[in-house]
């Protein structure tokens, strides 16, 4: 398996554009997470999805950011829009839910995003 | 409120010593916990997990240790060696709605491998 996938890898944009970020999660499993990692803050839970459903977008900062999970191999968290202090690396991970067992989630390589 | 820190932002080791990780949590409801090891420029990867019911898990070079009584997270690795450095962080999964694989992670540490 590939592993998840995430495009763009770098993405530059002015303040005041939309910007649309995307990931394919691995193969078969059935959650899938967007992060935000910063200096500042840290690695943050965005919003996570179950079998396509958003489950809990309490980290979603606020009404600029919006993500969509049309199916179950793709998923795109947008901003518009954009602003300066949304400059981050925003990860997707995936995993697949084990009876009992843990959930070990995947993280794809990141889009680093400049916003200027 | 609750959270996972870490007590050291920067660890410096001798290739070929042993590094131990710290790692402090707050939520004792947490069931698992979780070691992710980030290069540059990279996505964290997994390196090793814990339930809340066991003490000591090992790995290829790896152990988690945990300890409830101070709600404590190691991680050591043995012989370490240039491509072990990196930022690790723990995570702890705090369960989600949905029976969702949740995790808070803490601040990270810069593990560093002086030849």
């Known amino acids: 398996d590939a592993g998840v996938i995430q495009s763009p890898r770098h993405e530059v944009t002015e303040m005041g554009q939309e910007v649309t970020l995307r990931c394919k999660p691995i193969s078969g499993h059935d959650y899938l997470f967007w992060y935000r990692q910063t200096m500042m803050r840290g690695l943050e839970l965005l919003i996570y999805f179950n079998n396509n459903v958003p489950i809990d977008d309490s980290g979603m900062p606020e009404d600029r950011f919006s993500a969509k999970m049309p199916n179950a191999s793709f998923s795109t968290l947008k901003i518009q829009p954009s602003e300066p202090r949304d400059s981050a690396v925003y990860f997707c991970a995936s995993s697949l839910r084990r009876t009992g067992g843990s959930d070990t989630q995947y993280f794809g390589p990141g889009t680093r995003l400049t916003v200027l | 409120g609750e959270s996972v820190g870490l007590h050291l932002p920067t660890l410096s080791v001798q290739e070929g010593d042993n590094s131990i990780i710290n790692c402090a949590y707050s939520?004792?409801?947490?069931?698992?916990f979780i070691w992710y090891k980030q290069e540059s420029g990279k996505g964290p990867q997994f390196i090793i997990d814990?339930?809340?019911?066991?003490d000591k898990r090992q790995g290829q070079r790896v152990t988690v240790l945990l300890n409830k009584t101070v709600k404590h997270l190691s991680l050591q690795i043995a012989a370490t060696q240039p491509g072990d450095s990196a930022v690790y962080f723990c995570a702890e999964n705090r369960g989600g709605r949905g029976g969702g694989n949740k995790l808070t992670f803490g601040t990270g540490t810069q593990l560093k491998v002086e030849l």
């Open positions: 939520n004792s409801a947490s069931d698992y």
């Open positions: 814990i339930r809340s019911n066991m």
